[in-house]
Each structure stands twice: as structure tokens, then as C-alpha cells.
């Protein structure tokens, strides 16, 4: 497969420019308008942000790309599926107030939203997935599959379970219903390492599903019943106490996520902007966003979001970590096992390289690519 084009531009706004009309400059070069939305219904993925998290992408970006759609005669609306885990976004009607405390109405970003799996996570489409090696079929919020055009907007930050939340976590774990991020998330389940446990609670506080207790020693004890997989209590430990039990776990997760992507996008027009900025170290679902641990890089747009995920990575792994963080937190640490990565740096147990690898597998899109600065 031939290399595919990444456009990108910096966060540099000399007086007289705007971080708006620098996106809308990098979609218009990146050709969104060669896709034909006349008439045609546009779903716009992201997230909205888990209330107390302030690291979401502003409401303001995503009016740009609604803007450029209805100019080209499309009708956009914004779109993300219900949680697996409680949480401000669990339903469809808790999920609009959170978006609506966040900034998100039809005034400020230029189109009306719908929540993709409706009012329970359960309005879901099973497709097939093309190629797919772990997932036949994915279970894919309606709305979203309704959609002629899909077009992805992505907060690029860290992950504790996939290494970095990109474009196809976007996609792939986004759009998928209830059942479907289940099915996902279905690898394996963590454990606790006692010895290692300082009994601080965080871990429970994190923890959507109730499935985190105390023993007599005041160690963490999870109920594997009651776990979902979702792998919040591995990013909420301080002192790498709680580990996934099943040793490919996670790049079991990589694998089925970039397969669910695949099943979103097959055989329709998209596009798709990546934001590498905020890069918090954990996922934008948990209710606070850690301090940053790479500076703000950039806007990344392309056709291919393989290729965007990868050109998204390479940045950030050429980055120089920020200070005061928990990646240059974690690399201070006497005996430190530098990986040289800054995603594994930040979070060791992970194993992001899997979801590009298996995205390029099934042919979703290409981790060769070419960069063009606008």
C-alpha cells in the first residue's frame, strides 16, 4: 500500500490568526470538500468530556468542522455512545447534560447532537467486520451507522490500557454500544499485587462498577464478578499495584478496538482530525485529567486514520517529556526500566503498537505516511 498523506499544523497563532481558522485551513487542504455531503446525514464523532475532566476538546473546534459541512450542503450532528462503566455519560439523558455542562449546545458548535446508542447503550447495529481476525461482527451505536458520512474528531492523549487515546480508540471503543465496549474490554480483568498495595482507596474511588473491596490488611481485593474490564483502577494506582492477569490482555483490546474502527468506517466517506494537545496520561473518561506529560504538538488531519494515529505517535514519542508529570515522574524513579517510549514510560503495561498493526492487518489504512505542514 502506498503512503498516505498527514496534514499537520502547529498551535503558533501570531496576532491576527486563530487556532479555528488554522483548523479550518488544515481541513480544507487535507480535502474534506472532496467529499460529497449534499444532502447527506454526518455524524461527527468525539467526546464530551467526563464531567470534572477539563482536557476534552472545546466545543469551538468541533463548530469548524459542522460549519464546513453545512457549507458543502451536509447535515452534521455531533455523536458519541453511552459508557460501560457509571459515570456522567452512562445514559443518553445524563450523557446530554454532561455535554451541555461541558460548552456543548447547537449555539456554540453549529449542530444538534444525538448520543449514538440512544437512551439505555442499547440501540445498537451489529456489522460486519471486514477482515476481522477477533471480531466477526461489531456491535455499533445506530445513529452512527445511519450516518452516510462519518467523520471523526479526536483529543489525542494517553491511555492506561491502549497507550494512547487516538483516532481509532475514537472510533473503535467510541462507537461501540454498551455490549460492544463490553465485548471489547471482554480480554481479561485485573488483579491486585498486595505487596505493592498502599491501601490509599484510589482505586475504589475510580471504580464505576463497585467491584473494588478492602481486606483485613487494608489491601485492595477485586471482585472478578463484578469487574468490567475497563481497566480505570490500573490508571487511578500510583504504586503499579494493579495489573491486567492475562499477560496479552491489552493488546487484546488494541486488536478488537482497531477491528470495531474498521466495522465504523467500511464502505463510507470519512475524514478525521487528531488534536495533540492536553496530553494527559490517562483517559479523557476518568473524572479529573492528570498534568500533561508531552507539550502541545499540533493539528493532524488525513483520510487515513491509520496513518494519522501513527504520524500522531511519532510526535509524540520525538516530544520531550514535561515536568512535574507522571511520565517524567515515573522515569525519576530509582531503577526505572526506561522503554524509551513515552507511552509505555507513562503507563508500562501497555501495548499500543498492536492496534496500528492490526488495523494495517485488516486493511483499514497504511502506517506508512507523508507529512505536509500547513
Known amino acids: 500500500m502506498e503512503a498516505s498523506t498527514v496534514y499537520f499544523t502547529d498551535f503558533r497563532c501570531p496576532v491576527g490568526t486563530s487556532l479555528t481558522e488554522k483548523l479550518r485551513r488544515l481541513c480544507l487542504a487535507a480535502g474534506i470538500r472532496n467529499i460529497d455531503m449534499d444532502g447527506r446525514f454526518v455524524a461527527i464523532k468525539m467526546h464530551f468530556g467526563e464531567l470534572g475532566n477539563l482536557a476534552y476538546l472545546r ?24 459508557t460501560l462503566y457509571p459515570g456522567s455519560r452512562k445514559n443518553a439523558l445524563e450523557h446530554l447534560t454532561c455535554a451541555q455542562e461541558n460548552g456543548f449546545w447547537p449555539m456554540t458548535t453549529g449542530c444538534q447532537i444525538l448520543i449514538g446508542d440512544g437512551l439505555r447503550g442499547t440501540d445498537e447495529v451489529e456489522v460486519p467486520v471486514p477482515n476481522g481476525e477477533y471480531c466477526k461482527t461489531a456491535k455499533i451505536g445506530r445513529a452512527i451507522m445511519d450516518a452516510d458520512i462519518f467523520i471523526s474528531l479526536t483529543h489525542f492523549k494517553g491511555h492506561e490500557s491502549t497507550g494512547f487515546g487516538g483516532t481509532i480508540k475514537n472510533i473503535g471503543m467510541g462507537c461501540g454500544s454498551r455490549a460492544g465496549k463490553m465485548e471489547q474490554h471482554a480480554s481479561g480483568h485485573p488483579a491486585v499485587q498486595e505487596s505493592l498495595c498502599r491501601g490509599c482507596h484510589r482505586c475504589a474511588k475510580e471504580c464505576g462498577s463497585d467491584a473494588i473491596r478492602y481486606n483485613e490488611q487494608n489491601k485492595a481485593v477485586i471482585d472478578q464478578d463484578k469487574c468490567k474490564g475497563c481497566g480505570r483502577c490500573i490508571g487511578a494506582c500510583n504504586f503499579d499495584a494493579i495489573y491486567a492477569q492475562c499477560d496479552n490482555a491489552n493488546e487484546m483490546l488494541d486488536r478488537k478496538m482497531a477491528e470495531y474502527a474498521a466495522a465504523v468506517c467500511y464502505d463510507r466517506p470519512t475524514f478525521h482530525i487528531s488534536l495533540v ?20 504538538i499540533g493539528i493532524f488531519a488525513s483520510f487515513d486514520p491509520v496513518a494519522l494515529d501513527q504520524a500522531c505517535a511519532d510526535a509524540c514519542l520525538a516530544a520531550q517529556p514535561l515536568p512535574n508529570s507522571q511520565l517524567s515522574q515515573n522515569l525519576a524513579k530509582p531503577g526505572w526500566n526506561c522503554h524509551h517510549d513515552n507511552f509505555k514510560d507513562s503507563n508500562p503495561n501497555i501495548e499500543w503498537k498492536a492496534t496500528l498493526e492490526q488495523a494495517e492487518k485488516i486493511g483499514m489504512g497504511t502506517r506508512k505516511y507523508t507529512l505536509k505542514k500547513i
Not at 466545543?59 to 453511552?82: H, I, M, R, S, W
Not at 494537545?277 to 502541545?296: F, K, R, T, Y
Open 59 to 82: 466545543p469551538n473546534y468541533a463548530k469548524v468542522v459542522a460549519d464546513l459541512c453545512k457549507e458543502q450542503g451536509g447535515l452534521p450532528f455531533l455523536t458519541d455512545c453511552n
Open 277 to 296: 494537545q492536553d496530553v494527559s496520561p490517562n483517559c479523557d473518561c476518568h473524572g479529573e485529567n492528570d498534568a500533561p506529560i508531552l507539550p502541545d
